[in-house]
Structure formats: C-alpha cells, structure tokens
Antibody, heavy 122, light 107 residues
Framework: EVQLVESGGGLVQPGRSLRLSCAASGFTFDDYAMHWVRQAPGKGLEWVSGISWNSGSIGYADSVKGRFTISRDNAKNSLYLQMNSLRAEDTALYYC???????????????WGQGTMVTVSS | DIQMTQSPSSLSASVGDRVTITCRASQSISSYLNWYQQKPGKAPKLLIYAASSLQSGVPSRFSGSGSGTDFTLTISSLQPEDFATYYCQQSYSTPVTFGPGTKVDIK
C-alpha cells in the first residue's frame, strides 16, 4: 500500500525549532519529488516547500524562506522539514505529499499523509 | 506569485444536481491546474490533474476543463459523498498556490 506517515509535530514556544519527518512506503521514493503543504485550523491549503527526487531543486514559500529547510534521505525513504524561529502563524496541520509521475517537476500531488499538527504558542 | 481565485466560495446543492466550480489564475498557467477534494478531518484527495485528466479511481462524474487562466470543475450528478470542500491548485511555477476553496454542502 502506498503510504506517507508524518511525525514530529507538537506544541512549541515561539522562536523554538521543530523537525518534521515523513516516512514513505509502497513506492520507489527516490523516483519522485516531494512536498510539504500546511493547513491552519479552519483555513485553506498553503504550499510550504518542495524538493526534487535528487535534492537538486528545492523551493520554499516566501512565508517560510530562511526559517524552514526541506531535505530527504532516499536511503531511508524519508522526507524532513526543519522548522526554526517558529511563529504563531506557523500553527497548522502539516502534510507531506508525493508528486504525481516522473519527469516534469510541475505536477499534482497524488498521495498525501494524514498530517502532523504543529502548535506554536507560549 | 500566481494568485488563484475560485467561485463560488460556497454553494448549496441537492443530490443529483450538476455542480460547476470555476478557478481563475492571475496569469497563464497552461494546463498546470489540479483539483482536490477535502472532507473534514481528512487529507486532500486528488481528483483532476493537468486541467482535465481524471485521477485513477475517481468517479467519472467528475470532470475538468480549461487552459490558460480559466478552469472549471464539474460534478455531473452530485452524490452524498461529494459534499466537501474543493480546491484548485496551480503547479505551473513555484511557489505552488492553491485557490481559497469552494465548500459544497447539502441544500
């Protein structure tokens, strides 16, 4: 079964750090680009960051640029999001998502995890 | 950044109704437009990719059309399980951006 399982969320104080993980199974992880998407409580979807299959291409939303770092370990079938200098507005459910298909990096997200909640509050 | 808008923001419909949701991009995105369905407490589910391609396993009552800046998601005959929020997404350029969503509920 194709599956993504996020972990690492929790309650953290403003200014502190957190590292999210996403464990992939059921597909050849190193063939696909991967993304993080977040959803604040009661709000819409916001793309956070994406990484190509070989980590050669990485992108960030302006709202997290310079604070968040995406990475992947293909040997461990895992995706990561290092979040530093966290702010209250980073409070959200964080999903990892797999890009549909090979080749063109500009594609839809066909597999999503269940999400991990990050709450930034003092 | 490419801005995505959706209309309507919400709609009420009955089972069996034909439902149309529109999505507009602030600049041309060719056919790099995707549609997702999200139910409360669940992750988004891909319905349509590349503007008009039906994702595997998605019922054929869902269809998408459009190119450039204007796109449409159509549900030909609304079913009880289709009551949800629908989001469009452009994957033409980084940052990837989503529309604000359209909530479809029961009339």
């Amino acid at each position: 079964e194709v599956q993504l399982v996020e972990s690492g969320g929790g309650l953290v104080q403003p200014g502190r750090s957190l590292r999210l993980s996403c464990a992939a199974s059921g597909f050849t992880f190193d063939d696909y680009a991967m993304h993080w998407v977040r959803q604040a409580p009661g709000k819409g979807l916001e793309w956070v960051s994406g990484i190509s299959w070989n980590s050669g291409s990485i992108g960030y939303a302006d709202s997290v640029k310079g604070r968040f770092t995406i990475s992947r370990d293909n040997a461990k079938n895992s995706l990561y999001l290092q979040m530093n200098s966290l702010r209250a507005e980073d409070t959200a459910l964080y999903y990892c998502a797999k890009k549909l298909g090979y080749g063109d990096p500009r594609g839809a997200f066909d597999i999503w995890g269940q999400g991990t909640m990050v709450t930034v509050s003092s | 950044d490419i801005q995505m808008t959706q209309s309507p923001s919400s709609l009420s419909a009955s089972v069996g109704d034909r439902v149309t949701i529109t999505c507009r991009a602030s600049q041309s995105i060719s056919s790099y437009l995707n549609w997702y369905q999200q139910k409360p407490g669940k992750a988004p589910k891909l319905l349509i990719y590349a503007a008009s391609s039906l994702q595997s396993g998605v019922p054929s009552r869902f269809s998408g059309s459009g190119s450039g800046t204007d796109f449409t998601l159509t549900i030909s005959s609304l079913q009880p399980e289709d009551f949800a929020t629908y989001y469009c997404q452009q994957s033409y350029s980084t940052p990837v951006t989503f529309g604000p969503g359209t909530k479809v509920d029961i009339k």
